[in-house]
């Protein structure tokens, strides 16, 4: 009897040194309760006639790009989907008070939502895990990085406005099954910018939304689209670009003011010009690339190079003409100052001496110069007396040569000083015309630009 008790009273001592088995916790009871007959490939209701409504949300964070050439623009946003899972339902007091809890998203069913206009997934982090809570009521945060295709209209660069949609409907199954709704209220998903990062090039307007349906094999499936409205920022493309495209215009209508007849005008201008193409080379990546409609600002730098070029041609014809008749007076007086100083050369002498009166008298009708009677009779004197000249006879000859030289080079001066003034009058109203035109297309450009900003 004695060992009986013995024994027992050691299995009890055994049996206390034992460490006893811990309990399974209460969020494991959980999860294994709720998924022990999970079936994360059926619609989670009991009554298969009753929609699912997916409740979605929209945060937009940054615009990041925006490709005018393949028409995409990339963001980054938090999205939320929230909906109701009738199979995920338990009492908070049988497992420890808890109300909330994180399940693995390849556990149990997910919707099949989509964005219509998606291209590429970027950088987005994945979310392993959405939150359900005692009610049914799963959540589905997530931040998501996508490139989407959008219609961007590059007209009015840089002072544009894109409007890109994002679109959101289930990809196989009709309203009937899966109905899409918005969680919070329109008004206030349009002007919620808390969360956009408003330092970037972009700036946004607002995000308004709407809920359509869209009919297609005689069954209706639901959407939500969103449309983000976004205004680049001109500010650093005014000052990249515009400013010293204007500033080389400037300079280009202040050379005029350099003289005609001073040779560095041509040259100037073409060191303008010059310049202009490498700043436009060097500021190609700058601009936008549009397959169908060029930009307003790829015109303005084709019209200013036009312009520049039409600047030049216009100089470059005025000098022409200039130094032209300079040229036909340098000849002219040539052939009246070659005089033959000896005997034999006297004849030839007073014949290119009528010659230069005849000369004169052409310019003085053309423009109004006059010859001294006294040289004229001088002349006519000389050809009496020239078949036998004497020693005064000759030096009459000499001082009546220098004489004629002088009053030609006077001539030849008075001739190119008012063709030099006619050529001035010219250049004047060709420049008076070029501002014109300049205005013309400066008041264009702009009106089109406040056109398309206030459309």
Request: charged letters at 20%; proline letters at 4%; a negative charge.
């Amino acid at each position: 009897m004695y060992l009986i008790w013995l024994t027992l009273l050691f299995s009890v001592y055994l049996a206390e040194c034992v460490p006893e088995k811990p309990k399974r916790s209460a969020l494991n009871q959980l999860t294994r309760t709720l998924l022990r007959k999970y079936d994360c490939g059926v619609r989670p209701v009991h009554n298969w006639t009753s929609p699912t409504v997916i409740y979605i949300d929209l945060v937009l964070q940054s615009v990041l790009d925006v490709d005018g050439k393949t028409q995409s623009i990339t963001t980054s946003m938090w999205y939320r989907q929230i909906w109701t899972d009738e199979f995920l339902v338990w009492d908070p007091e049988e497992f420890d008070g808890i109300s909330e809890i994180s399940l693995s998203s390849d556990a149990i069913w997910i919707p099949d939502v989509i964005v219509s206009e998606f291209v590429d997934e970027g950088k987005s982090p994945p979310i392993p895990y959405v939150y359900v809570n005692s009610s049914g009521s799963v959540k589905n945060y997530r931040p998501m990085q996508v490139v989407l295709a959008c219609s961007m209209e590059m007209y009015a660069f840089p002072f544009d406005k894109q409007n890109c949609s994002l679109t959101f409907r289930s990809w196989l199954h009709s309203v009937k099954e899966i109905d899409l709704a918005l969680w919070r209220s329109a008004e206030a998903i349009a002007n919620d910018k808390r969360q956009f990062m408003n330092d970037g090039e972009w700036e946004l307007l607002s995000i308004p939304s709407r809920y359509w349906k869209s009919h297609q094999d005689d069954t209706d499936y639901a959407h939500i689209q969103f449309n983000v409205l976004i205004r680049r920022r001109p500010l650093l493309y005014v000052v990249g670009l515009l400013i010293p495209s204007i500033f080389l215009m400037l300079v280009d209508v202040i050379s005029f003011y350099l003289p005609l007849n001073s040779g560095t005008r041509i040259v100037f201008k073409i060191s303008i010009l010059l310049g202009y193409t490498v700043f436009r080379v060097n500021l190609t990546d700058e601009m936008p690339v549009a397959a169908v409609r060029t930009p307003l600002i790829g015109v303005f730098f084709v019209v200013c190079m036009a312009l520049l070029m039409l600047s030049l041609i216009k100089s470059i014809l005025v000098v022409k003409l200039l130094h032209h008749s300079e040229k036909e007076v340098r000849q002219m007086s040539i052939s009246a100052c070659l005089l033959d100083k000896y005997g034999s050369a006297g004849h030839s002498f007073i014949e290119s001496a009528l010659t230069s009166i005849k000369t004169l008298d052409h310019i003085n009708s053309a423009g109004d110069y006059e010859l001294e009677p006294s040289l004229e009779g001088d002349l006519l004197s000389l050809i009496e007396i020239q078949d036998a000249p004497t020693g005064l006879e000759w030096l009459l000859q000499e001082l009546v040569s220098l004489r004629l030289a002088l009053s030609q080079d006077d001539s030849e001066s008075s001739a190119q000083a008012d063709w030099l003034a006619l050529c001035s009058k010219l250049d004047c109203i060709l420049f008076r015309l070029y501002l014109l035109v300049l205005a013309l297309y400066a008041g264009t450009l702009l009106m089109l630009w406040v056109n398309w900003s206030f459309a």
